[in-house]
């Protein structure tokens, strides 16, 4: 039993380490693993001049996995590419997914969490760096997290998911107004009793 826990922790530990080498490309992001960050809405139109878009391409980030709703903020799909370009990057190397949840709400039902894990892992298999956004990059974006990290075996279950998100979240500027991630008790709770699609498969045998 100790054995686990000592296990448990030194898994944790070194994965702290290795996020905390890395910096974050911009101040409200963090790494959840190597290939994975989660961020705030990465495009200010009233601020084209220093679009975080770049950061991210700068940082590597070659996919983008948008939570948003239609019309909830300006749209940055279109000008992704043209950013790409810019800095010298193929626009064949970019891909935009969209997965809307409506703000401070879970998503439609956990089949639709699957396609999102789905995503995230194709992602994971070529390699690829993958930025998973909201608005504040808060409450959808920390359930998201919290899901791929149980769904990846990267945490033993949903409360060590949360104990690794909540860690992360220190380091993100805003944790001082909000000094949680995710954002509301019913996200908490979903990634509490989120179980990896895999599992669920093996079940129905």
């Not at 878009?53 to 590597?60: E, I, N």
């Not at 149980?150 to 949903?158: D, F, I, M, P, R």
């Not at 000094?179 to 895999?198: G, I, K």
Request: charge should be neutral.
């Amino acid at each position: 039993m100790q054995a686990n826990a000592h296990g448990d922790q030194e898994r944790l530990l070194l994965a702290a380490l290795g996020n905390l080498i890395r910096p974050r490309p911009i101040p409200n992001s963090y790494w959840a693993t190597s290939h994975l960050l989660a961020c705030e809405y990465p495009w200010t139109p009233l601020n084209p001049s220093k679009p975080k878009l770049d950061d991210l391409l700068k940082a590597g980030v070659r996919t983008f996995l948008d939570l948003t709703e239609c019309g909830e903020l300006s749209p940055y799909a279109s000008h992704l590419l043209v950013r790409a370009s810019l800095l010298n990057i193929d626009e064949k190397e970019i891909e935009y997914h969209r997965f809307p949840i409506r703000d401070r709400s879970l998503p439609e039902s956990v089949q639709y969490m699957y396609r999102v894990m789905a995503v995230l892992r194709d992602n994971e298999e070529r390699h690829r760096i993958t930025a998973v956004h909201c608005r504040g990059g808060i409450g959808r974006t920390g359930m998201v997290i919290g899901c791929w990290l149980v769904e990846s075996g990267l945490a033993k279950n949903g409360e060590e998911a949360l104990q690794i998100i909540a860690r992360e979240w220190r380091g993100v500027a805003k944790c001082v107004i909000y000094p949680h991630s995710p954002e509301t008790p019913d996200q908490f709770a979903f990634v509490r009793n989120f179980n990896p699609e895999r599992s669920c498969e093996q079940l129905a045998f």
